[in-house]
Nanobody, 125 residues
Framework: QVELVESGGGSVQAGGSLRLSCATS????????MAWWRQAPGKEREVVAV????????NYDDSVTGRFTISQDKAKNTVYLQMNSLQPEDTGMYYC??????????????????WGQGTQVTVAT
């Protein structure tokens, strides 16, 4: 049974930093991509960053490019999201997700088979 558990969320002032962690367990050998998604109040969930598990290639939403960094520690089965220069518009619930197929775009929510419960990030002005 696959499990994804996020941690590291919290409240910070604008300009601050947070590092989110996503610990995975179970049959993680099937994972092809890992991603961080976020959902702001009243808005749809959107992808923030993605990493290819095999090659470590990354992609980011334009809104976070240069501020956020996704990385992985395969030995620990953990994916991270380092978030710097946080802004109030970064506020939301952040979810870790995993694709188990190479087919399907990384920016399409329905292509992700596994999801964590989320961790809240709140950025105050």
């Amino acid at each position: 049974q696959v499990e994804l558990v996020e941690s590291g969320g919290g409240s910070v002032q604008a300009g601050g930093s947070l590092r989110l962690s996503c610990a995975t367990s179970g049959n993680t050998f099937s994972f092809t991509y890992m991603a961080w998604w976020r959902q702001a109040p009243g808005k749809e969930r959107e992808v923030v960053a993605v990493i290819g598990v095999a090659a470590g290639t990354t992609n980011y939403d334009d809104s976070v490019t240069g501020r956020f960094t996704i990385s992985q520690d395969k030995a620990k089965n953990t994916v991270y999201l380092q978030m710097n220069s946080l802004q109030p518009e970064d506020t939301g619930m952040y979810y870790c997700a995993a694709k188990d197929k190479y087919a399907g775009a990384w920016y399409v929510e329905r292509n992700y088979a596994y999801w964590g419960q989320g961790t809240q990030v709140t950025v105050a002005t």
